[in-house]
């Protein structure tokens, strides 16, 4: 009789608990879509942009070769075996006034400078880091309003007759040295990014972007950027001038320069 | 055991909601894809493209959101900021760019030039000034930000065709081939603009 007496109770709170579920949304859940239900939350969302013209400008650049590469912030830039406790264990060992990088190698300051950053922008959980994957893209090219086809005098036209009496044009032209046009972080599309989203408003994207462009590239990879933007460069500007009507093409040995 | 009628249904419905609610909530802790951070890529693209004009936008950009329960305030984030929009305009001279020679005139070449098109819309993180970020109960996830910059770069690159970014283009890109034929020594440069395929096609 007890037991039974229970019964009510036990079914009147099933009943509740399942219009809760079903039928409020209040859990948040949605089990089944499409059933009506009570709002006792209410979320608004907002966004506006205002686009405003700032700047117009000429550009005069011829671009050659594009370089890809992606990087894993913070990971890519953690060198292996080292540690923050060990790094700041050095520093605390050290007088007061002494600098910083003076006292740490190249690797331990990079890894120093990214576990600040990285901990600064939220992304660091009790030595767990969240990531990010940012794509750079690099372009090389030449800027044609500089030297050597900023100057009147960059080519030198001359003709001449072969043996057999044709004539030929013959042009020479400045060793087109190519340099790095622009590095710029490629926009992430929210739909095409397959890793997990991570928590960072704009300030710290901004810092995160900023601190992975900067990071200087590695001198043989530069080098062949640039060597391959010259060499397209120079195939380019071949092909142009002979279909322009010069027979003999001659490019100007390079100049060797520090970068 | 004979069970009444009224302990039956509770039971039934006890584990209906219970299957459901089991289900729920196993989908929502479903575990991530895998993804292998370690990997990087490089790649390096042989281009010919000449950047002739650029129009630089700020965009203002203010968004968030808000969650009442029981009209009480749960959630409430928002970020400002503003971002520079660049959008390049040039010609791509892989397509159909090409030099004819006259014979009746040794100072006269043609050249066929592709028709401008806008070579890149690009969000510049490095000029991202943030006026303020309010996150309670919430942050701010990088998904949302870089979603409201794609949205809007669309708009920003058709204000800039609209201003004749194309147009300028174009005519800074016959002056820098006029220049350089110039220099090669033809001194009269006749151009002739080359109409994509999908142009015709459209």
Known sequence: ??????????????????????????????????????????????????????????????????????????????PEGQSIQEITRRLRGQPEGAEVEEILSADELLYLRTYNLATDVGLEHGGDFDFVVITLVMTAGFDVSEEPFGSDEAFVTS????????????????????????????????????????????????????YVRTQPLDDEVLTRILRTAEENGIVFLDQLLRSAGFDDVIFSEKQTTDR | MRR?????????????????????????CAPQRHVDVVRVEQQLRS???????????????????????????????????AIDISVRAGINLDEGFALTRDRSSRDRIYVRMPEAEVLGVDADEGSIHEYFIREQGGRINLMEL?????????????????????????????????????????????????????????
């Open chain 2, 47 to 81: 281009l010919l493209e000449l950047h002739t004009y650029e129009h630089i936008y700020r965009d203002v950009v203010y968004f968030g959101e808000e969650r009442r329960f029981l009209g009480i305030r749960t959630v409430d984030r928002a970020v400002l900021f």
């Open chain 2, 146 to 202: 870089t979603g409201q910059l794609d949205e809007v770069k669309e708009r920003t690159r058709q204000d800039a065709v609209d201003r004749g970014l194309l147009g300028q283009a174009e005519e800074n890109a016959r002056a820098i081939i006029r220049r350089f034929l110039q220099l090669a020594g033809y001194t009269d440069v006749v151009f002739s603009t080359v109409v994509r395929d999908e142009e015709i096609q459209g």
């Open chain 1, 1 to 78: 009789m007890k037991r039974r007496r229970l019964y009510f109770p036990i079914f009147s709170i099933l009943v509740l608990a399942c219009a809760i579920l079903f039928f409020t949304d209040i859990t948040g859940l949605d089990l089944i879509p499409g059933l009506p239900r009570l709002r006792f939350q209410q979320t608004t969302t907002f966004s506006t942009s205002s686009v405003t013209l700032s700047e117009v400008r000429a550009l005069y650049e011829l671009s050659t070769l594009e370089y890809v590469y992606r990087f894993v912030f913070p990971h890519d830039f953690l």
């Open chain 2, 4 to 28: 009444s009628p009224v302990v039956r249904a509770a039971l039934i419905l006890a584990t209906v909601c219970g299957v459901l609610a089991a289900g729920g909530v196993l989908a929502g």
């Open chain 1, 159 to 210: 003709e001449y007759r072969d043996d057999q009496g044709v004539l030929h044009r013959r042009i020479e032209v400045p060793y087109p040295e190519a340099k790095i046009l622009s590095t710029t972080v490629e926009d992430i599309v929210p739909d095409d990014y397959p890793y997990p989203d991570l928590p960072v408003g704009a300030d710290s994207w901004r810092r995160i972007t900023e």
